[in-house]
């Protein structure tokens, strides 16, 4: 496996055409491109994976353990719901990065309460795909 597992929740999947204005005009498929480049420039390999699903997400952080190096992941929706996935990452002793593109705090307040955030050695947010790029490079100096 990769030294760092990037992942992402529900509909970011749907990126460049969901709501453009607050996540920006960049693809998933663009922000795995510049992490991968990120990532080499770092001397890291990255596994880079998106799930609408709940389970599924619970299923790659389990199956990563004793595997990866660190991990950074925008759980999107689950973020605000998910204790499953809180307790699946608090199963690993590696590094975790929470990521947002946009800035939850500052959106309703169903955003502003995160499961990840007691894990996470840095919250990234509201800096769009730029964001995912530092999560890599505030990582590197933690594995
Ligand atoms: C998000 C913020 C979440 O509140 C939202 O549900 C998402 C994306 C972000 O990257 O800004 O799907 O995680």
């Given amino acids: 496996m990769a030294d760092i597992l990037i992942l992402n929740g529900p509909n970011l999947n749907m990126l460049g055409m969901r709501e ?3 996540y920006g005009s960049d693809t998933l ?3 795995k491109e510049r992490c991968t480049k990120k990532g080499q420039s770092l001397a890291m390999t990255i596994e880079f994976k998106q799930s609408n699903h709940e389970g599924e997400l619970v299923d790659w952080i389990q199956n990563a353990l004793g595997k ?25 002793d590696v590094p975790i990065i929470e990521v947002h593109l946009s800035d939850p705090s500052e959106r309703e307040e169903f955003r502003h309460f995160s499961y990840i ?3 996470a050695k840095a919250v990234i947010k ?10 890599l490079e505030t990582i590197k100096p933690l594995i």
């Fill in 20 to 22: 453009p204005e607050i």
């Fill in 126 to 135: 509201g800096k769009g795909a730029n964001g995912y790029s530092e999560a």
């Fill in 29 to 31: 498929a663009d922000i």
């Fill in 68 to 92: 990866i190096k660190g991990i950074i992941i925008n759980a999107a929706g689950y973020t605000h719901t998910s204790v499953a996935i809180h307790d699946a990452l608090k199963l690993h």
């Fill in 117 to 119: 955030e007691p894990l």
